[in-house]
């Protein structure tokens, strides 16, 4: 069982950073693949990231080149390091983990509960 608990969210003018953490307890992170999803209000759950337990990485197009993301297996966190954030940006960031090979919302075997990233015009 494991346990995703983010962190970092707020409230950031358009043009700016911030960065999100994912701590995971529990047995079986170390093991998994790590994503990042997105849900903006009104609209569904979108895929923003994944990296694997030995560090490659997958990012969206809609963020490529402004979003990274990065792990500590030793730590059990996860990191979305997020700059140059735009108003659409603006979504609760969840954090997921996965021993599934595919990356739907449906694959994700552990959620965290969220964090609001709110980025102003």
């Known amino acids: 069982q494991v346990h995703l608990v983010e962190s970092g969210g707020g409230l950031v003018q358009a043009g700016g950073s911030l960065s999100l953490s994912c701590a995971a307890s529990g047995s079986g992170f170390s093991i998994s693949t790590m994503d990042w999803f997105r849900q903006a209000p009104g609209k569904q759950r979108e895929w923003v990231a994944d990296?694997?337990?030995?560090?490659?990485?997958n990012v969206a197009d809609s963020v490529k080149g402004r979003f990274t993301i990065s792990r500590d297996n030793a730590k059990n966190m996860g990191f979305l390091q997020m700059i140059s954030l735009k108003p659409e940006d603006t979504a609760v960031y969840y954090c997921a983990a996965r021993d599934s090979k595919r990356v739907t919302i449906y694959d994700m075997d552990y959620w965290g509960e969220g964090t609001l990233v709110t980025v102003s015009s």
């Open positions: 990296i694997s337990r030995g560090g490659r990485t």
